[in-house]
């Protein structure tokens, strides 16, 4: 994803966008490796489980399960 920086998002070197199996497994496993979270994981109105964390550079990567077969 790309996207201008905004509100609350300044500019950071990249963001990411991921899909796992389980997000609140990858969220606690970032978290534990240092990460620093920014978003707790919860249900989206847009059919995925999504949390997001910063790591030491300024990266967000936001990790996501996705919870429905529906398109966007």
């Known amino acids: 994803m790309i996207s201008e920086s905004g509100r ?3 500019p950071t070197q990249a963001t990411y966008y991921f899909y796992v199996e389980d ?3 990858a969220m606690e496993q970032a978290l534990h490796n240092g990460m620093e979270k920014i978003m707790d994981v919860a249900d989206m109105p847009y059919g995925d489980r999504q949390g997001g964390v910063k790591d030491r ?3 967000i990567w936001w990790i996501s399960q996705r919870l429905s077969d529906a398109p966007y």
């Open 23 to 25: 997000a609140d497994a």
């Open 57 to 59: 550079a300024g990266n």
């Open 8 to 10: 609350g998002f300044p």
